[in-house]
T-cell receptor, first 115, second 115 residues
């Protein structure tokens, strides 16, 4: 029941910015967009999340369109260690009547950073 | 801060055998999740605990899978009897804020192969 659409794969040159798109056209007004990544043989790692405004941290920037139907994760200076599967996720309620939340992962985008 | 611990890291069993996985979340994290990740797919949530209570187990195959979180800290996930299609990585994650409304931190996972 993933609510996002991402490209299957993309390549990026080392040292250049990597722009990862994500479509979430059915997102509701109070649902957050989360990005995680999973390096080979490791558990997923949190990158960033946002609701309406653009966000930036030490790892990446998140640009959310004004209508919130899509977003872009930006890795400003990609390195070989950024090679991973990147997941764009809409956080949803765990059950219809709960105040608990869960992440529903899709297949993600496999990003390969090349030297 | 120590991360989420999981054991064993690898397990090979024959079909119809039973297996158990253990997870120790980050200290103080009230919300705990178990995910199943089949090769080439994103993680799929199996069960979510808030302290020692189950919040969501709608995706847990209850005829063969069971999970518990005694005393609201460690958790075990059991499969009995295992099937070939249970071959996957089993990931445990925990969240600091109540109700899962915060970043999830993942363990390294247990890689299960059912022969």
């Amino acid at each position: 029941d993933a609510k996002t659409t991402q490209p299957t794969s993309m390549d990026c040159a080392e040292g250049r910015a990597a722009n990862l798109p994500c479509n979430h056209s059915t997102i509701s007004g109070n649902e957050y967009v989360y990005w995680y990544r999973q390096i080979h043989s490791q558990g997923p790692q949190y990158i960033i999340h946002g609701l309406k405004n653009n966000e930036t941290n030490e790892m990446a920037s998140l640009i959310i369109t004004e209508d919130r139907k899509s977003s872009t994760l930006i890795l400003p200076h990609a390195t070989l260690r950024d090679t991973a599967v990147y997941y764009c996720i809409v956080r949803v309620a765990s059950t219809a009547s709960s105040n608990d939340y869960k992440l529903s992962f899709g297949a993600g985008t496999t990003v390969t950073v090349r030297a | 801060e120590a991360g989420v611990a999981q054991s064993p890291r690898y397990k090979i069993i024959e079909k119809r055998q039973s297996v158990a996985f253990w997870c120790n979340p980050i200290s103080g994290h009230a919300t705990l999740y178990w995910y199943q990740q089949i090769l080439g797919q994103g993680p799929k949530l199996l069960i979510q605990f808030q302290n020692n209570g189950v919040v969501d187990d709608s995706q847990l195959p209850k005829d063969r899978f069971s999970a518990e979180r005694l005393k609201g800290v460690d958790s075990t996930l059991k499969i009995q009897p295992a099937k070939l299609e249970d071959s996957a990585v089993y990931l445990c994650a925990s969240s600091s804020r109540p109700r899962g409304a915060e970043t999830q931190y993942f363990g390294p996972g247990t890689r299960l192969l059912v022969l």
